[in-house]
Nanobody
Framework: QLQLVESGGNLVQPGGSLRLSCSAS????????IGWFREAPGKEREGISC????????YYADSVKGRFTISRDNAKNTVYLQMTSLKPEDTAVYYC????????????????????WGQGTLVTVSS
């Protein structure tokens, strides 16, 4: 069974950059659509970026569009989230999740009920 592990969270100053990684075990990530979600204190979990299984189609929430980039390296069984121009409001626990191979990124991030999640990694943006 697919298991996901996030890494790369850290404390960073406003305007800085981080790259998060979502690594898989138990199955190949190339069989799934993958998304990044975040949960800030007192706020609902937000789907911020999702990527399709194979055609490179992506979705970004308005809150991160132009600053974050999702990518996948199926050979390394890893999906990345490159975050730039970080803001204090980006502070959250970031999770990756997996969905059916047919899942379209916009629907995965915004509407889908997902069952496969990592444990999360904390990103803190503060001076």
């Amino acid at each position: 069974q697919l298991q996901l592990v996030e890494s790369g969270g850290n404390l960073v100053q406003p305007g800085g950059s981080l790259r998060l990684s979502c690594s898989a075990s138990g199955d190949g990530l190339d069989g799934y659509a993958i998304g990044w979600f975040r949960e800030a204190p007192g706020k609902e979990r937000e789907g911020i970026s999702c990527i399709s299984r194979s055609d490179g189609n992506t979705y970004y929430a308005d809150s991160v569009k132009g600053r974050f980039t999702i990518s996948r390296d199926n050979a390394k069984n890893t999906v990345y989230l490159q975050m730039t121009s970080l803001k204090p409001e980006d502070t959250a626990v970031y999770y990756c999740a997996a969905d059916l191979p047919s899942s379209r990124p916009q629907y995965m991030c915004r509407y889908r009920y997902l069952e496969i999640w990592g444990q999360g990694t904390l990103v803190t943006v503060s001076s």
